[in-house]
Structure formats: structure tokens, C-alpha cells
């Protein structure tokens, strides 16, 4: 009887072995199903009322924070290209606060037009109008930038229809850099220029390749959605309009 049963265990033994050494056969896809499962107002009816309930106090918190007034816009703020009142006003702003913070001059301020999410209708300027506008938590960087790579942004503006900028003017006529000045004056190839942009277009997003020629980088670590914050705060009513700042004509 012992014997029976040791060979029983033997044999099991062999099996499971077996089983992990033997070559594995590839695995091969038979059929493939799909489904689609809509995602609307429908679902709205499938809510789990605990969870709802656990998230109230935070909801409310938010509300009331994104809620906060910080300034009011007599008059609508709409985005578009090449030129528009908001990214204006967003470029302005980002230069003002980087002349604010950074130790020495700074000549201009670009802003990506594509960054902008949205438009401030005429009223209340609030915590979360700010928040639409600039969802990114991108900072403030001070780029250091020839004259030449000044132009090799402008050639940009011009293949990609124009960008939001302050401090400068940009004019393009039949498809070609027509003028380019920085503080009244001509763009000088071999002079230096401050550039104050985002971390993310510092390192050539939208298009903007010639910001990442720039000789030297100053990170204020400070995010652009709160300084637009502060901005809205200092001006209490916020005015921009379309002033040729980057005109485009053919």
C-alpha cells in the first residue's frame, strides 16, 4: 500500500512539473467584440449617492474658492489670431509681473495664443475665470535672446499665423516679416534681448523652436495663472483691446 502511494506521489510530482516546464504554445486572438457604451446625460441617472454625499463639503469648498471676485471686464475679452483683446492683455500682464520680479530689464513677454482656453464675457472676473483661461500650472521663466533668434520667432509667427506678444510689434505683409520692433526700435540682430515666457514655450512647444537658442534661462518658480491673478486684483477693471500689436496684412 505504501508503495501504491508513493508512486501516486511521484506521479503527481511528474505532473505539475510537467506542466511548468513544458514548451508553451503561442496564444492566438480567436474573435474580438466590441461595445459601445455611451457616456451622456443618460449616465447621470447612475450616481452613487455616498460618494456624492462624502464629496459635498469639498464641492462647496471649491465653489466658494473658484467663486472668489477679482475684478470685473466692462466689456467682453475674446481670443483669436493674430491679434486679440485677452491674449493682449495676457501678455501685458506677464511682462508687467516679470518686470516686477526679475532683477534687471526684461523688453518683452510671449504668450501662445493655443494657451489661452477661453474668453472673459463682460462682468465678474473670478478666481475660476482665471483658472478657464490658464488651466497649466506653466511658470514664469526670464529667456536671454540674440536679435537673430528675435527674428527666427517673428519667421515663426508668420508660418503659424502669429502668436501673442508685448513689447514689441510684429508686422507681416504678403506673407513675409515686414517689421519687427522692440521698445520703438528696429530689431538689432547682435544685440541681447529678455524674453519673459512659459516653461513650457521655453523649450520650443507651438511652434517657437527659437526660444531654445536662448544663452541663459532665469526660473522665478512663480506660476502665470497666479500672477494673472494678482494682475485682475491690481487692475479691478480689466480693459484690452486689438491695437496692431501683431498685424497681418496681405
Request: hydrophobic share 45%; with cysteine; glycine share 8%.
Amino acid at each position: 500500500m505504501k508503495k501504491i502511494l508513493y508512486c501516486l506521489l511521484l506521479l503527481a510530482i511528474g505532473g505539475v512539473v510537467y506542466l511548468f516546464v513544458r514548451p508553451s504554445q503561442p496564444m492566438q486572438v480567436v474573435s474580438v467584440t466590441t461595445e459601445a457604451i455611451p457616456v451622456d446625460s443618460t449616465a447621470d441617472a447612475i450616481q452613487d449617492a455616498d460618494y456624492i454625499a462624502y464629496l459635498a463639503p469639498t464641492k462647496a469648498d471649491l465653489e466658494r474658492e473658484m467663486g472668489v471676485k477679482l475684478g470685473y471686464a466692462p466689456e467682453a475679452l475674446w481670443v483669436g489670431a493674430p491679434e486679440c483683446p485677452l491674449v493682449n492683455w495676457a501678455s501685458d500682464a506677464l511682462l508687467d509681473a516679470a518686470r516686477e520680479v526679475y532683477p534687471g530689464k526684461v523688453d518683452i513677454a510671449i504668450v501662445n495664443v493655443g494657451g489661452i482656453r477661453n474668453v472673459w464675457p463682460a462682468g465678474d472676473i473670478t478666481v475660476g475665470s482665471v483658472f478657464e483661461i490658464m488651466p497649466f500650472d506653466n511658470r514664469l521663466v526670464v529667456l536671454t535672446l540674440t536679435g537673430e533668434d528675435i527674428l527666427a520667432l517673428c519667421e515663426s509667427f508668420v508660418k503659424y499665423g502669429g502668436q501673442g506678444v508685448a513689447g514689441m510689434r510684429v508686422t507681416i505683409i504678403d506673407n513675409r516679416l515686414a517689421n519687427v520692433t522692440v521698445g520703438g526700435k528696429a530689431v538689432n540682430p547682435k544685440a541681447t534681448y529678455k524674453v519673459a515666457t512659459s516653461d513650457y514655450l521655453s523649450g520650443g512647444a507651438d511652434h517657437m523652436e527659437a526660444l531654445t537658442n536662448h544663452t541663459d534661462k532665469w526660473e522665478s518658480g512663480l506660476i502665470i495663472r497666479d500672477l494673472y491673478i494678482q494682475a485682475v486684483q491690481k487692475q479691478g477693471t480689466v480693459r484690452a483691446a486689438v491695437d496692431g500689436r501683431m498685424t497681418i496684412k496681405p
